[in-house]
């Protein structure tokens, strides 16, 4: 709201950027203002808390790890949200996802994940946008 209400913003026009945690929250945010939201650009994004800890420990473990977690940055349910709210409001935010295929503590499939379930959305809206770019570092 603060943002929307900035004489200097273009309400129509809100661009969302989040790296690692940061692009769950990203989504998350765009999820509650869908269609305030023109874009995300997602950096390395995570799919979730869960699924993140387990990349890095192995199922074994990150199911120890991540058993007393309460989840709230699941990446991948929050844009399910907004795919289902797609046709409704007819509007489904521009996404752009990179990833970096060296980056030690992402796998690329969290960002590919989360392309494939946005991908849901532009069978719904003509002209939707939705690009991954994988840099080397």
């Known amino acids: 709201d603060y943002v929307r209400g900035r004489r200097e913003v273009d309400a129509e026009r809100i661009v969302l950027f989040g790296h690692s945690l940061g692009a769950a929250v990203a989504i998350d945010l765009?999820?509650?203002?869908q269609s305030s939201i023109y874009?995300?650009?997602?950096?390395?994004?995570i799919s979730s808390i869960k699924n993140t800890i387990k990349d890095r420990y192995g199922k074994f473990f990150g199911s120890i790890l991540t058993w007393p977690l309460s989840e709230r940055w699941d990446a991948v349910e929050a844009l399910r949200t907004m795919v289902d709210a797609a046709p409704a409001i007819s509007h489904f935010p521009r996404c752009l996802f990179q990833v970096g295929s060296k980056d030690a503590n992402l796998k690329v499939n969290n960002a590919q994940l989360l392309q494939e379930q946005a991908m849901q959305a532009?069978?719904?809206i003509k002209g939707l946008?939705?690009?991954m770019?994988?840099?080397?570092?």
Do not use: C, E, T, V
Not at 39 to 45: K, T, V
Not at 133 to 137: A, E, G, K, L
């Open 30 to 33: 765009a999820s509650r203002n």
């Open 39 to 45: 874009a995300l650009i997602l950096n390395n994004a």
């Open 122 to 124: 532009k069978k719904d």
């Open 129 to 131: 946008k939705i690009d």
């Open 133 to 137: 770019h994988q840099y080397p570092q």
